[in-house]
């Protein structure tokens, strides 16, 4: 009878612990989780050349964004010029995180919150939490963490070559 009793307990606890554990994995869910990971091309040779990608609540960010800021993060969008180096994302030095956006006194509307982002470089009162800053070459904008494919799709944001063509030499022959 005892051990019929303890086993019952330990299924209780047991079912118990797993349903914890899913009620603290939703409350994470909530955040934005922000994978930096880098693929390499030419892996040890002398054109070695690094790729830098995001990964925000695991969907890849496209190649659009210059700046990328969310808290403390911030990464920089490079472009190589040769086959070696780096291209896309990369996190940016500490010190360099803050004064990348305005504070402002005005508060967000509720047509900016049902659309999920609003453009410009200053930070309106009542923004959630898991809206992250963008820049790109013609503008900014804060986005939810959801929204983001949508807001480049609707802005027709174009992408960012990862490599740039070199410039072009003029050689002059004497004759």
């Known amino acids: 009878m005892k051990r019929v009793a303890i086993i019952l307990l330990l299924l209780f606890l047991i079912t118990a612990i797993t349903d914890a554990s899913d009620f603290f994995s939703k409350e994470e869910a909530s955040d934005v989780e922000i994978e930096h990971y880098i693929t390499y091309s030419h892996r040890s040779t002398r054109s070695e050349s690094r790729h830098g990608f995001i990964k925000i609540n695991g969907k890849t960010v496209?190649?659009?964004?210059?700046?990328?800021?969310?808290r403390n993060?911030?990464?920089?969008?490079?472009?190589?010029?040769?086959?070696?180096?780096?291209?896309?994302?990369?996190?940016?030095?500490?010190?360099?995180?803050?004064?990348?956006?305005?504070?402002?006194?005005?508060?967000?509307?509720?047509?900016?919150?049902?659309?999920?982002?609003?453009?410009?470089?200053?930070?309106?009162?009542?923004?959630p939490s898991n809206w992250i800053y963008v820049q790109w070459r013609d503008g900014d904008a804060f986005v939810?963490?959801?929204?983001?494919?949508?807001?480049?799709?609707?802005?027709?944001?174009?992408?960012?070559p990862r490599r740039k063509p070199m410039a072009t030499r003029?050689?002059?022959?004497?004759r």
């Open 62 to 70: 496209p190649s659009v964004f210059l700046l990328i800021k969310y």
């Open 73 to 127: 993060l911030l990464y920089e969008f490079y472009q190589r010029t040769y086959l070696w180096g780096r291209d896309g994302y990369f996190p940016v030095n500490a010190r360099q995180v803050n004064d990348v956006f305005k504070k402002s006194n005005k508060g967000i509307s509720k047509k900016h919150l049902s659309k999920g982002w609003y453009l410009g470089n200053e930070y309106l009162k009542n923004t």
């Open 144 to 160: 939810s963490s959801e929204k983001i494919d949508e807001m480049v799709k609707s802005l027709r944001l174009k992408a960012i």
């Open 170 to 174: 003029i050689r002059t022959r004497n």
